[in-house]
Nanobody
Framework: VQLVESGGGSVQAGGSLRLSCAAS????????MGWFRQAPGKGREGLAA????????IYAASVKGRFTISQDNTKKMVYLQMNNPSPEDTAIYYC??????????????????WGQGTQVTVS
């Protein structure tokens, strides 16, 4: 399984940014894919998750109403639309997938494959 993130960079507070994650190599028809982030000196935080091929989504309180997770299941792409970011959103953002059955949530230990991360800096 491979995950490749893109779309990170610098953005002004109150602006917007869209992260993309290209997934390949998994065979389950539906998997849980998520976005996480890790800021310097902090632990990894789960932000949003989606079930591929379905409409179910879940968000952390810190980003609910500002960030939106979406997918293009035909292309095995997952996106994170970041609206109205603040400097507190500065972190490395990771895409992850759980290929295990019945996984649903934002616990990083449930996800078994990770992308390399993309830096997002909000100023």
């Amino acid at each position: 399984v491979q995950l490749v993130e893109s779309g990170g960079g610098s953005v002004q507070a109150g602006g917007s940014l869209r992260l993309s994650c290209a997934a390949s190599g998994y065979t389950r028809s539906s998997v849980c894919m998520g976005w996480f982030r890790q800021a310097p000196g902090k632990g990894r935080e789960g932000l949003a998750a989606i079930l591929t091929g379905a409409t179910s989504t879940i968000y952390a309180a810190s980003v609910k109403g500002r960030f939106t997770i979406s997918q293009d299941n035909t292309k095995k792409m997952v996106y994170l639309q970041m609206n109205n970011p603040s400097p507190e959103d500065t972190a490395i953002y990771y895409c992850a997938v759980s290929t295990r059955a019945a996984v649903w949530g934002l616990s990083s230990t449930d996800f078994d494959y990770w992308g390399q991360g993309t830096q997002v800096t909000v100023s």
